[in-house]
């Protein structure tokens, strides 16, 4: 069951639900912890959960965040400003129209998810994806590696979670293919990169700074 947050909540039809993993070692980032460490993936981490819930907290949509274990009631999410539920079902695809299905239930005519794992996600971006529900049926956000960061729909659509290999490069066009068939519009936001590997770390300019310091604290240079 959702918490439910106090009447600070905007009242609207649009819906941004956000899906992260609860921040434990060992169970997020798991690629990139194997190029850095388990103790530095989970830093990192922690600092996209805080970059993803900086550039949301100001959007006035209704916001939820879906956990992938258990709520956490006294993290960075404010309990006044985020909905709070657990993911449910086998997979990420079930999970995923499972949250949609949620939404739309309960009265949402525009609903988008993001994940916690993108560094150049921004408020803007985000609001061009609802706004864009206007004209189209759907909307997706391409991610470099062939995937996407951001889906949003105007009804339930359950094709474009099923059946899909997630985490290959074939997932953003099998998810287009699928609203081409069905009938629906859609509109491309611009590409951007998730962060999964070290040369995604690489890339990031202001998180690669963070990792740098990260290091240089854990090995203080010998006097």
């Not at 959960?49 to 916001?63: I, R, S, V």
């Not at 290091?215 to 203080?220: G, I």
């Amino acid at each position: 069951m959702a918490y439910k947050p106090s009447s600070m909540t905007p009242s609207t039809n649009e819906q941004l639900i956000i899906f992260v993993k609860n921040p434990q070692m060992g169970h997020v980032k798991t690629r990139l912890a194997l190029e850095t460490s388990p103790p530095i993936a989970l830093t990192l981490y922690k600092r996209l959960l805080a970059y993803t819930q900086e550039a949301t907290k100001g959007l006035p949509f209704k916001k939820s965040v879906w956990y992938d274990q258990k709520i956490d009631y006294e993290d960075l999410w404010s309990n006044q400003s985020f909905e709070k539920a657990v993911q449910r079902g086998d997979g990420l695809g079930s999970r995923m129209a499972g949250a949609f299905l949620s939404a739309f239930t309960g009265g949402a005519k525009k609903v988008a998810i993001i994940g916690s794992d993108c560094p150049y996600i921004t408020e803007e971006i985000i609001k061009e994806a609802f706004h864009s529900l206007d004209t189209h049926d759907a909307v997706i956000g391409p991610a470099l590696d062939g995937g996407y960061y951001l889906i949003g729909l105007k009804k339930p659509f359950e094709q474009a979670f099923l059946n899909k290999p997630w985490s290959t490069p074939s997932v953003l066009q099998l998810t287009i293919s699928d609203f081409q068939e069905a009938g629906l519009s859609y509109h491309l936001l611009e590409e951007l990169s998730d962060l999964d590997t070290y040369d995604d770390l690489q890339n990031c300019d202001w998180l690669y700074k963070e990792f740098k310091e990260i290091v240089s604290r854990a090995n203080p240079p010998q006097l």
